[in-house]
């Protein structure tokens, strides 16, 4: 598969697998929505910047971004087992646990 078909394929899937709209990503991310729409539309390619925000709107990295589903690198096996229950939750699951993790680190 080319790139271009890879990363569109794969921003897809992300907004997909976790229910973001590319509207809501636009607003994650501060690329605007024609930006995404080319990159989706495979019309133009991500700077590795771009890819980065979008990555962090998802909660993943760039290693993981271009991983097989599933397949986390360098992980503990508690980390993958986290991290693929991570991509289940909803968006609003995913605010509720950010909230609890960032309450338990200032403690």
């Given at each position: ?84 229950m991570w991509a289940t ?19």
């Open positions: 598969m080319c790139m271009e078909n890879y990363v569109s394929a794969k921003i897809l899937e992300l907004c997909a697998k976790s229910g973001t709209s590319k509207y809501r990503l636009s607003q994650r991310t501060g690329i605007s929505q024609s930006a995404l729409s080319d990159i989706t539309k495979m019309k133009k390619l991500p700077t590795i910047i771009t890819l980065e925000k979008i990555c962090d709107a998802f909660g993943i990295t760039l290693a993981q971004f271009f991983t097989e589903d599933g397949e986390f690198l360098d992980l503990s096996e508690e980390q993958k087992r986290l991290l693929q939750l909803k968006p609003e699951e995913k605010v509720f646990i950010n909230t609890c993790m960032e309450s338990l680190k200032r403690k």
